[in-house]
């Protein structure tokens, strides 16, 4: 009787030892991504009853390649790829994460932007969704959904 109470509590201390602790959100932030899907719904765009869609798979011949990188310190940048190699249209702001959601501020085409995305994490990367004034109506109601993947890097 007593061989199987150690044995029960050798076993449970292997299974508790061996679980990782599940990375918070800012701490899983913190790396580089690439972009794998963008959607981005706009319902009435422009003040109409329209809606646009705006879908890319950012797939191997695609003309852009959207990368981004979160730094502990709480800055950020992103940027886009062409076809060249070349890193071109960067924008750097900040972000922080408060529960689930990820806050950006930055300043991109003369415009400042402050979005706030609900991250899920997946295999690959995460999902982030926002609900923010894309189509600039003035109306905060279009939907961003995007995929990304993690970057991988020679880290030492």
Do not use: H
Request: aromatic letters at 16%; a negative charge; glycine letters at 6%.
């Amino acid at each position: 009787m007593k061989t199987k109470f150690y044995f029960f509590i050798l076993l449970f201390g292997i299974l508790f030892a061996s679980c990782k602790p599940e990375l918070s959100t800012k701490e899983f932030m913190v790396d580089s991504w690439e972009t794998t899907y963008l959607k981005i719904e706009m319902y009435t765009v422009n003040n109409t009853d329209s809606l646009q869609v705006y879908e890319d798979k950012f797939e191997d011949n695609s003309e852009l390649i959207a990368q981004s990188k979160y730094n502990k310190d709480g800055t950020f940048s992103s940027w886009f790829i062409n076809k060249k190699g070349e890193q071109i249209s960067k924008a750097t702001g900040n972000w922080s994460v408060v529960a689930d959601s990820l806050l950006v501020a930055f300043n991109y085409g003369g415009r400042d932007m402050k979005v706030s995305y609900d991250i899920t994490k997946t295999d690959e990367g995460f999902i982030g969704r926002s609900k923010y004034d894309w189509d600039e109506d003035g109306d905060f109601d279009d939907l961003l959904t995007m995929k990304t993947k993690r970057i991988k890097t020679n880290k030492n």
